[in-house]
């Protein structure tokens, strides 16, 4: 046998391993009570607050490491963890610890003409193997949500975090132990080889269900390859629109926002529209206050008459994820038109209007086609944290099981129950 045969070898060992082991842990997940699903993430909280300082020691070999390599601006952002953000992890299992445990639920309940009685249990899954690119918080965010929902999880972090990932990963597994529930529930993927990725993606023996998070590139490769079922988005190609019944301090406030508050995430607004009817009056200012922050603009024809400055769009920049501090600009006539060009370019992911005719801000939730929709609000609210889920799991542009952001319950299932007292059906 070669050595590179035996290595496949070794590492589909070393992932069934980890898959059985994943499956006797969700078993015993899927039975633990509230209480103690409750103390393993206040106590993974606490660990991670004590451990701050060797968390970001363990980060900065990554961040060294991800210079060498030339990783870009916005993936080393990802990257990266301060204080402020491992603080924001430990919250985030505390919020979690603080919303109801969904698992056992009874909904619709009802009783039939035959006297049994019909409804649903919210159920876990079972095994959730989640692989994602650069941000270590996931590896935290990820395991809080899947503990309470009652489930295990298999990790594969990137290679450019894999000393990241270790110590929060640590500091899950002593959070489990400290409430009695089996460290297997949470195990991460020892290995940096892409064979295990293979290997995770097909064991539909071991593994419910996959959730990528990372570049197109990778969740394209998972969604193509993988037998076990994929919630997923594969990009962030979000939109605010300006309408003509804008409030332009508010307007010039979220695009800002939108564009600005972070570049490397999903969530952050890729192009702006704007009703030619108060382009003249938004597009000067607000142009001005991207310059100062460094942001490129790249411009229609329409939006390059009112800022020269911009450079000319091609049709590439209205389907852009930059991930960058570059924004595509475009006038368009009317809402009509606005809503044309999202449902045309939009990756599904996330949109905003400004306006304050609520005529016009029905029409927009109504017709706009994707998982989350707002009025006069940053897109970079499409949070799971932000919409009170606790931390999410990632997001979803699918229709089926679950939409937009992915918290408890889209970790669940729910199954029919049926209760009777000895009734036979005549």
């Excluded at 509230?34 to 607050?49: E, G, P, R, Y």
């Excluded at 892409?194 to 394209?220: C, S």
């Excluded at 926002?257 to 995430?265: E, L, M, S, V």
């Excluded at 044309?340 to 086609?369: C, K, M, P, Y």
């Amino acid at each position: 046998m070669s050595a590179t045969a035996e290595s496949v070898q070794n590492i589909q060992a070393y992932m069934a391993e980890l898959g059985q082991q994943a499956r006797a842990a969700g078993r015993a997940m899927a039975r633990a009570g509230s209480d103690a699903k409750n103390q393993a993430l206040t106590a993974m909280a606490d660990t991670i607050d004590a451990r701050a300082a060797q968390l970001v020691e363990e980060n900065a070999k990554d961040m060294a490491a991800g210079r060498e390599r030339g990783l870009d601006a916005a993936l080393l952002d990802r990257l990266e963890l301060t204080p402020e953000r491992i603080a924001a992890m430990a919250d985030g299992l505390r919020q979690i610890a603080a919303l109801p445990d969904p698992v056992g639920a009874i909904d619709d309940l009802r009783s039939r003409p035959s006297g049994i009685q019909v409804g649903k249990m919210r159920v876990p899954l079972g095994v959730i193997g989640i692989i994602y690119e650069s941000r270590p918080n996931v590896t935290a965010d990820a395991a809080g949500l899947c503990l309470k929902s009652g489930n295990a999880t298999i990790l594969r972090g990137g290679s450019e975090a894999i000393h990241s990932n270790r110590a929060i990963a640590e500091c899950i597994r002593s959070g489990l132990d400290a409430a009695g529930l089996p460290k297997d529930a949470v195990q991460v993927v020892n290995t940096t080889d892409r064979e295990a990725v293979g290997h995770l993606i097909t064991m539909t023996g071991e593994v419910d269900v996959i959730v990528p998070r990372g570049g197109k590139g990778l969740i394209e490769r998972i969604s193509r390859d993988a037998s076990v079922p994929v919630i997923k988005h594969l990009d962030g190609v979000c939109h605010v629109y300006i309408d003509e019944a804008a409030d332009l301090d508010k307007a010039l406030a979220v695009a800002f926002n939108a564009k600005t508050q972070r570049y490397g995430t999903c969530n952050t607004m890729e192009t702006l529209l704007v009703a030619e009817s108060v382009a003249a009056q938004v597009l000067p200012p607000l142009a001005e206050r991207f310059t100062d922050a460094g942001v490129e603009l790249r411009g229609c024809e329409a939006s390059r008459r009112l800022v020269p400055a911009m450079t000319a769009a091609t049709d590439e920049d209205w389907g852009a994820e930059y991930l960058a501090p570059v924004l595509a600009v475009r006038v368009v006539a009317d809402l009509d038109a606005a809503m044309e060009h999202i449902n045309a370019w939009s990756s599904g992911h996330t949109e905003s209007i400004v306006t304050q005719d609520w005529s016009r801000a029905q029409r927009f939730l109504r017709e706009v086609d994707s998982s989350s929709v707002m009025v006069n609000a940053s897109t970079r609210f499409a949070d799971g944290f932000e919409y009170g889920l606790g931390a999410e799991i990632g997001i979803s542009t699918d229709k089926l099981h679950a939409r937009g952001p992915v918290g408890l319950e889209g970790l669940t299932s729910q199954k029919w129950i049926v209760l009777g007292d000895g009734h036979v059906r005549g």
